[in-house]
């Protein structure tokens, strides 16, 4: 009897646990916004940032929670077999607009197999970028963007000025992206070559 009423305990400690992780790993309030040609090509542009803006409020809540995270964001493919499911809690659409509140729910197993993997600690490469020499760190940028495609070709553009391929995604709007890049190039050089390559650029 003993061991009955010890198993019954033991299962029901394992469902809460289970319980109490998937809830560690659901987030809401999710605000996404994009523009283009179409209705459809807005919601999927949107969807999409949505995706990169659930995993930073993730890795935020775990921060908080004293939790191992990993900043850079994935791509986009990766962060959708790292969610389980997504709602839209709030939409409103036009003819070539859309804005909507999203709610994410992650799947334990690869968001964590995502932060445990190789990754350049922070902390290792956040030395301050001297404006009037090259000496190693890193800077942050704004560009403008349309949507994630426009941040992928812009994300690879900067990667080529920078003679890096260490950009990490800080935050995403539907005005734009803000970037740091890990880079040996003074600033001087990363604005000539972003001149050069008609990619606006604000430095933060």
Not at 171 to 178: D, E, I, P, R
Request: net charge negative; glycine share 6%.
């Amino acid at each position: 009897m003993k061991k009955v009423l010890l198993l019954i305990v033991l299962a029901l400690f394992i469902a809460y646990d289970l319980s109490a992780q998937g809830d560690s790993y659901f987030v809401t309030g999710i605000k996404v916004s994009a523009t283009a040609d179409s209705a459809a090509k807005a919601r999927e542009d949107a969807i999409n940032q949505g995706y990169a803006l659930a995993y930073q409020k993730l890795i935020s809540n775990m921060g908080d929670l004293g939790q191992a995270t990993r900043a850079d964001v994935p791509p986009l493919e990766s962060l959708m077999s790292m969610v389980a499911d997504f709602s839209i809690d709030q939409e409103k659409n036009t003819s070539v607009s859309y804005t909507a509140s999203l709610s994410f729910q992650f799947d334990p197993a690869p968001t964590n197999a995502w932060i445990s993997a190789t990754s350049a600690p922070a902390n290792l490469l956040s030395q301050t970028l001297d404006p009037l020499g090259a000496t190693e760190g890193k800077v942050t940028v704004f560009i403008p963007i349309t949507g994630l495609q426009d941040l992928k070709n812009k994300t690879g553009l900067l990667q080529k000025i920078c003679h890096t391929r260490n950009i990490t995604l800080q935050q995403m709007t539907h005005q734009g992206a803000l970037l740091t890049i890990y880079t040996t190039l003074p600033l001087e050089k990363i604005q000539a070559g972003a001149q050069d390559h008609n990619l606006p650029i604000v430095f933060q």
